[in-house]
């Protein structure tokens, strides 16, 4: 059974910076692509950022490019999400998700996702 558990929310103030992590207990999570969502609410879940299995091609929604970086440590298991120059409206639970093939685009699935985590961003 594949398990993601995400860490690192909490409360910032806006400016602030934020890591978040992602433990897969997945066999194969150097051979997928990994991805991260948010969802604030009363809002539908969005695309936030999305890796391919190497690590050499990112992907990221316009809202947060230029601030936000998805990384992965295949050794470890774990894929990052280091968020910089946070603002109110990145405020939302995040979930990281695993998809079902080695690289991303804009159709890929993600069958396997984590518990989320909360990111606050006060202003």
């Known amino acids: 059974q594949v398990q993601l558990v995400e860490s690192g929310g909490g409360l910032v103030q806006a400016g602030g910076s934020l890591r978040l992590s992602c433990a897969a207990s997945l066999r194969a999570f150097s051979s997928v692509a990994m991805g991260w969502f948010r969802q604030a609410p009363g809002k539908e879940r969005q695309f936030v950022a999305a890796i391919n299995w190497s690590g050499d091609s990112t992907y990221y929604a316009d809202s947060v490019k230029g601030r936000f970086t998805i990384s992965r440590d295949n050794a470890k298991n774990t894929v990052y999400l280091q968020m910089n120059s946070l603002k109110p409206e990145d405020t939302a639970v995040y979930y990281c998700?695993?998809?079902?093939?080695?690289?991303?685009?804009?159709?890929?699935?993600?069958?396997?996702w984590g518990q989320g985590t909360q990111v606050t961003v006060s202003s």
């Open positions: 998700a695993a998809s079902g093939s080695r690289t991303y685009h804009s159709g890929s699935r993600f069958g396997s």
